[in-house]
């Protein structure tokens, strides 16, 4: 809240429930007049946009006739009176919303002014995260997630909140549609502890987090974990380990998907008992994919097709010697 003193009684003062305004949600600025003002002073909301005042609402007296100044198929921005306070309520927040609001009064006795600035935030969705192969057992992690306002930080931390050192290419776009859309993306060793993606607001210290090796539902005593993981050319094999190395796999219930041709993807699910470190969900050494049995069938072909025409050869061979 931000008001305008004066070295006596504070003749309007301005307050905004709630204190963190998001967007979708309602805000209301409350503009209180003291009781020293007489009621023949007028009251004016208006937001300072690019050096120019736009009026929201008004009333020639204390307590009186609110005038409405947007359209009535837009008034999702009105005002009314309660009590000496003049409330300016704006419903389904927006981004553009943000800025600075002014409360005058003008009489006879008294011209005065408050003013406050309204902060917007966007919480975004949880990240989400993908991983892929790549070569020399390293693997890719992309981290998306949009609808942030201001614009979000993104850090890269392991399970125990300790920051990952590599370089991550992180990009932060904006949009009318989703404001402030992050994409960050890390490369790590595959056999490296799982990563969590962290996109935060640093103003507000409002965070969302998104992780390959996630908690689902905690039941009772035992946690469930899930994992996802993307190979190209090759089908990726791969085990639940825990940090002491240990093979989970029989534990976990996993599924193989074919996106494209040449490219699988799999899915898997595991249940430790809650307190355990949480296990990794790692890719070991790959199946001979499509293209691979492709090109041994073709390998063979080429073997029988050049034995064919070995014997032809040795046949007209023979014949020719048989004629002399």
């Known amino acids: 809240m931000l008001e305008q003193k004066s070295s006596c009684e504070v003749p309007v003062s301005i307050s905004i429930e709630p204190s963190v305004v998001l967007v979708g949600d309602q805000v209301t600025l409350s503009c209180q007049v003291a009781d020293s003002v007489p009621y023949n002073t007028s009251v004016l909301w208006h937001k300072m946009e690019k050096g120019r005042d736009a009026p929201l609402?008004?009333?020639?007296?204390?307590?009186?006739?609110?005038?409405?100044?947007?359209?009535?198929?837009?008034?999702?921005?009105t005002g009314h009176w309660q009590g000496r306070a003049l409330l300016l309520v704006i419903r389904q927040v927006r981004v553009a919303d943000e800025g600075t609001y002014v409360c005058a009064l003008?009489?006879?006795?008294?011209?005065?002014?408050?003013?406050?600035?309204?902060?917007?935030?966007?919480?975004?969705?949880?990240?989400?995260?993908?991983?892929?192969?790549?070569?020399?057992?390293?693997?890719?992690?992309?981290?998306?997630?949009?609808?942030?306002?201001?614009?979000?930080?993104?850090?890269?931390?392991?399970?125990?909140?300790?920051?990952?050192?590599v370089d991550a290419e992180t990009n932060v776009t904006w949009s009318e549609r989703d404001h402030f859309t992050v994409q960050s993306i890390i490369t790590v060793p595959c056999d490296n502890i799982d990563v969590v993606c962290v996109v935060k607001l640093l103003?507000?210290?409002?965070?969302?987090?998104?992780?390959?090796?996630?908690?689902?539902?905690?039941?009772?005593?035992?946690?469930?974990?899930?994992?996802?993981?993307?190979g190209s050319y090759v089908k990726p094999k791969v085990m639940w380990v825990n940090p002491q190395g240990e093979d989970l796999s029989s534990l976990a219930h996993t599924s193989i998907l074919q996106e494209m041709e040449s490219v699988f993807t799999i899915e898997s699910s595991i249940e430790i008992p809650c307190g355990q470190p949480p296990p990794s969900f790692v890719p070991t050494e790959r199946e001979h994919g499509p293209q691979t049995a492709q090109q041994s069938e073709n390998r063979n072909l080429i073997w029988i097709i050049c034995l064919i025409v070995l014997i032809i050869l040795l046949g007209n061979q023979k014949k020719i010697g048989e004629c002399h």
Not at 119 to 140: F, H, N, W
């Open 203 to 230: 103003k507000s210290k409002i965070s969302r987090s998104g992780a390959m090796n996630e908690i689902i539902v905690p039941q009772s005593t035992t946690c469930t974990y899930k994992g996802r993981i993307s």
């Open 106 to 165: 003008n009489g006879s006795v008294v011209t005065h002014k408050a003013t406050t600035h309204l902060d917007v935030t966007a919480i975004g969705y949880k990240p989400t995260l993908d991983r892929d192969l790549q070569e020399e057992s390293m693997c890719r992690y992309t981290c998306k997630s949009k609808k942030w306002y201001p614009k979000p930080e993104v850090f890269w931390m392991s399970y125990g909140g300790d920051t990952v050192n």
């Open 57 to 77: 609402c008004s009333s020639s007296s204390l307590g009186g006739v609110v005038v409405q100044c947007q359209d009535e198929e837009e008034w999702r921005i």
